[in-house]
């Protein structure tokens, strides 16, 4: 029997998207790994391979790393990358002098709190981020990540709407557990091995206007005509919240790590579709929070208040894991539950670390550095654009940064190809990102880059689109 024309084979059909990072299989990662990666660290890895269960984008791994500080990592054959990546924890630097000498001293004045029991850096924390979150956010769980923290965000939203369901962007990443896959709505945490996932938990597109899922169009500078799209992609939430009814909350990250920055306007009109249906406003800034978008939080920029606010990744300093869930008073509604209660909640160590990382960001201005720095990175890469028609889009806040490679500006094809060729390039030259969505240049740096620093990666950048810009046109 012929094949027919168009179709596609099972594993074809059944491969989830690659939207969360680098394709670790294809056969410029290989050919990389053969010229880059020496016998020791190949062994490494190998062992790595056979030891732990094979996953998506960790399997098999990049390299292996024997060093971590300020900006840089140092891969296992010593060479250092100015690092744009880091998972979005790192934005204090990796190994601050300060922070290792807190959680030194924690560990010897108490080490662990058992539970039923506090203690005094827990309940520091949980004050010091209260007076650093926005509008009247007044209470506090603190969980060992941030898949757990938004598993307990949905516990609270369940309890106090007596509702189950839920709204949320597909593309969107929650977190590992279940609630959390659930809410996500990115394919390598949804895969059909997995099973049914949570019931009620609806998903809309997400904004995206450079590439809009309702099909409209941006301008020559990537905004998009508000008079013409009337934010389609806010009215398409507030038609879902009253069409299907019984929502408890509306979960998304007010800027999407692809990134994507909201249309002006759209949180204002969730925030008001939400009060209008009764449902509650959860914002997760677990990689956006504590400053990456050049604000403490990124919904800072939009002036909107969540009714619950998820943190996690830096709160920890890039050390060690912990992650909060913050909530309005009035979602304290759950006495007689335990809503998250780990083992691990109430640490004197973790918390003292987060407590110290939030005093480094404080002290240092790194906030502040963020947005300065963060815009002049995006305004060297406004002027790549015009200069190289491979870049059909550029775009961030503060250290949230994007560079949208495409084939075509007309039809926005990804140019995925020269994404990844570029990725090795810019390794090759000591700067580690990672690519989103196939095509996307990410970059997360920690909130402690320089100006230096930054033309560094920035030229680095610039030269490999323009010696892939050249061969494409040969």
Not at 214 to 228: I, Q
Not at 348 to 375: D, F, S
Not at 406 to 433: C, H, Q, W
Request: hydrophobic share 40%; with cysteine.
């Amino acid at each position: 029997m012929k094949r027919q024309v168009g179709a596609k084979n099972k594993a074809e059909v059944n491969r989830p998207h690659q939207s969360e990072g680098d394709v670790n299989f294809s056969e410029r990662r290989r050919n990389w790994s053969k010229d880059n990666i020496d016998a020791p660290s190949r062994e490494l890895l190998l062992r790595d391979e056979n030891a732990f269960l094979h996953q998506s984008v960790s399997t098999p791994c990049l390299n292996t790393i024997k060093g971590a500080e300020g900006a840089y990592i140092i891969d296992g054959q010593g060479r250092r990358y100015l690092d744009f990546h880091g998972n979005n924890v790192h934005h204090i630097g990796y190994g601050h002098p300060k922070l290792k000498a807190a959680i030194t001293k924690q560990m010897e004045d108490l080490s662990f709190a058992p539970r039923r029991f506090t203690c005094e850096p827990a309940v520091a924390l949980a004050e010091k981020l209260i007076d650093i979150s926005p509008g009247d956010l007044g209470k506090v769980l603190f969980a060992t990540g941030g898949s757990d923290a938004i598993e307990m965000a949905l516990k609270v939203a369940r309890a106090k709407t007596g509702r189950f369901k839920t709204i949320s962007f597909w593309d969107a990443f929650h977190g590992a557990g279940f609630g959390a896959s659930s809410v996500g709505g990115e394919q390598l945490f949804r895969g059909q091995a997995i099973g049914p996932l949570l019931p009620g938990t609806e998903h809309v597109a997400p904004f995206a206007c450079y590439r809009c899922p309702y099909g409209y169009e941006v301008n020559a500078e990537g905004e998009p005509d508000l008079s013409v799209c009337k934010t389609t992609c806010a009215n398409m939430i507030k038609y879902v919240l009253e069409k299907e009814g019984n929502v408890a909350a509306v979960i998304a990250e007010p800027a999407r790590a692809v990134p994507y920055n909201p249309p002006k306007g759209f949180w204002q009109a969730i925030r008001q579709a939400c009060n209008d249906a009764g449902a509650l406003l959860i914002f997760d800034e677990i990689p956006t929070g504590l400053g990456k978008t050049g604000r403490m939080f990124a919904c800072d920029h939009d002036d909107v208040v969540p009714d619950i606010l998820v943190m996690g990744k830096a709160l920890g300093g890039g050390i060690l894991p912990i992650a909060a869930t913050l909530c309005h008073p009035d979602l304290d509604v759950l006495g007689d539950y335990a809503i998250g209660h780990y083992t691990h909640e109430k640490n004197p160590v973790t918390t003292r670390a987060a407590l110290t990382t939030i005093e480094i960001i404080e002290e240092e201005g790194l906030v502040e550095n963020a947005a300065t720095v963060g815009q002049y990175a995006l305004d060297r890469m406004q002027d790549m654009k015009s200069r190289y028609d491979l870049i059909g889009d550029v775009r961030g806040r503060g250290f949230l940064l994007g560079i949208d490679l495409v084939k075509d500006r007309v039809t926005k094809e990804g140019a995925n190809d020269a994404a990844e060729e570029i990725l090795y390039r810019a390794f090759d030259k000591g700067l580690s990102f990672k690519t989103t969505m196939g095509n996307v240049l990410t970059l997360t740096p920690p909130l402690i880059t320089t100006k230096e620093q930054m033309d560094f990666a920035m030229d680095i950048l610039e030269d490999a689109i323009a010696d892939v810009s050249r061969q494409s046109r040969a």
